[in-house]
């Protein structure tokens, strides 16, 4: 067991003296990379020899209470972002400790014994401002309400987007061909990805149902020679999108409108259509709805590219609203893919391919988050403080959980057949040519 390195004696008894004497006792032996605690008064422990992967900088004497006191996925976050605490260093490494004292199994006598002991530890709190959690009115995905949590996700600021997204402002999965790809090149294979595995043609019209940015119908229109149409609930989206088009010259060929997927005329009909990372904001009951709806609006034989955030049916469940729901995505419901495709083919999809690419998210998150915490002051200049931490542990939480498989990432390929064949190539080669350069 190793000792705290000290920078200053410790009196016994002494409130830091507690706080080192509890972690001590709670996990020295945890299973978890190497790490350090710093307290409030700079001394220090160390959970191995080995130099720490991160550090876990306490801000006050009762920090440590703040956080072991019935830890949950959201009393963790809370106190990070009103600064009860600090991780310097590798922040998604620290989630492999979060889990440990999470998960961790006490015996009652245990328990009481290391309430005690938590109780005691007391003293000046000194931390930041607190964040309050979304309200949203109305029904749970009405349209309405599904509105409100659109326009609190991506209203924040697109500038505050600009600095930590790639060129083209694509705030989804990218598709790395090697693990040293930047991020705008990983970018730009993904959306050439996606309009491969569509097979887009000149003239087709395709329909992008949460169309962000508008980074896939402007290279879809450029590319390939589609007429776009993309749809978002955000009004600084939709500006920027317009203006980005209209700066490229594509005017002509693509358009951002703001409008639900589900106002959509039914006569309004696409030759291809695809929604990538909005599948996760429309709800279990709502998702006979969303399929119909792509279903109804596109033409006999056409191709709807599903691309979304799935949780593993291994994933243990969490009682009560999580971090995400309360602080980054209201309202949003992660459910498994066999759920996804069971309510597709349902509605009459025939489901012709489906793609994991977990591994692909996790990479992307990383981007993003050395990204933000480059750009930190200007970030805080253009939210607060609390925004980005939000940002930081959200992302570096979610990078964990695509890399350990709690959650997945699936691009699945529907098909309108509606008991025809579809004239398909025998083989998905032409997906996998390689992806030309984004500089040709």
């Known amino acids: 067991m190793d000792g705290h390195l ?48 991160f550090t876990l900088e306490l801000k006050h004497p009762s920090a440590l209470r703040r956080l072991l006191w019935r830890p949950s996925e959201l009393s963790l976050g809370e106190a990070y972002i009103s600064d009860e605490f600090e991780v310097l260093g590798d922040l998604e490494a620290s989630f492999e400790l979060a ?29 930041g401002k607190r964040q309050d959690p979304v309200k949203l009115k109305g029904r749970t995905h009405s349209k309405k309400r599904d509105a409100q949590a659109v326009q609190y996700h991506y209203n924040i600021s697109n500038d505050f987007y600009r600095l930590w997204l790639d060129q083209r402002m694509v705030y989804s999965c990218a598709l790395f061909h090697r693990r040293d790809d930047s991020l705008d090149q990983a970018q730009y294979n993904k959306l050439d990805y996606l309009c491969r595995k569509l097979r887009l043609k000149p003239g087709e019209k395709l329909l992008d149902i949460g169309c962000g940015w508008g980074g896939l119908i402007m290279h879809a229109a450029e590319k390939y020679g589609v007429e776009a149409l993309g749809i978002t609930l955000s009004q600084p989206q939709a500006e920027l999108a317009n203006a980005k088009i209209r700066s490229a010259g594509l005017a002509d060929r693509c358009r951002v409108e703001i409008c639900d997927y589900r106002d959509v005329p039914a006569d309004r009909l696409f030759d291809k259509l695809i929604s990538v990372g909005m599948v996760e904001h429309v709800g279990e009951g709502k998702l006979p709805e969303y399929f119909r709806k792509a279903y109804q609006l596109l033409k006999p034989g056409g191709v709807f590219l599903n691309h979304g955030i799935t949780e593993s049916m291994h994933s243990a469940l969490v009682g009560g609203p999580s971090f995400i729901d309360r602080y980054v995505f209201p309202d949003g419901e992660l459910l498994p893919i066999s759920t996804l495709l069971k309510v597709a083919e349902e509605v009459g999809f025939e489901v012709r391919d489906v793609e ?52 997945g990432l699936y691009q699945s390929l529907l098909i309108k057949s509606e008991h025809r064949s579809p004239r398909l190539p025998l083989t998905r080669c032409d997906w996998y040519r390689q992806c030309p350069s984004p500089h040709h």
């Open 356 to 407: 994991g690419l977990r591994e692909h998210y996790a990479l992307t998150l990383r981007h993003w988050v050395k990204r933000l915490e480059a750009s930190r002051e200007q970030a805080i200049a253009l939210t607060s403080p609390e925004t980005y931490r939000i940002w930081r542990i959200y992302m570096a939480g979610s990078a964990y959980s695509f890399k350990t498989g709690r959650i």
């Open 99 to 127: 889990e440990h004292l999470i998960g961790r199994q006490w015996r009652m006598s245990e328990k009481l014994r290391l309430a005690g002991k938590l109780l005691g530890l007391t003293g000046k709190r000194v931390t």
């Open 6 to 53: 000290a920078k200053k004696p410790l009196a016994q008894g002494s409130a830091a003296q507690k706080n080192l004497d509890f972690f001590n006792t709670v996990v020295a032996s945890a299973p978890v990379k190497p790490f350090a605690i710093r307290l409030w008064n700079g001394a220090e422990w160390r959970h191995s020899q080995e130099p720490p992967r």
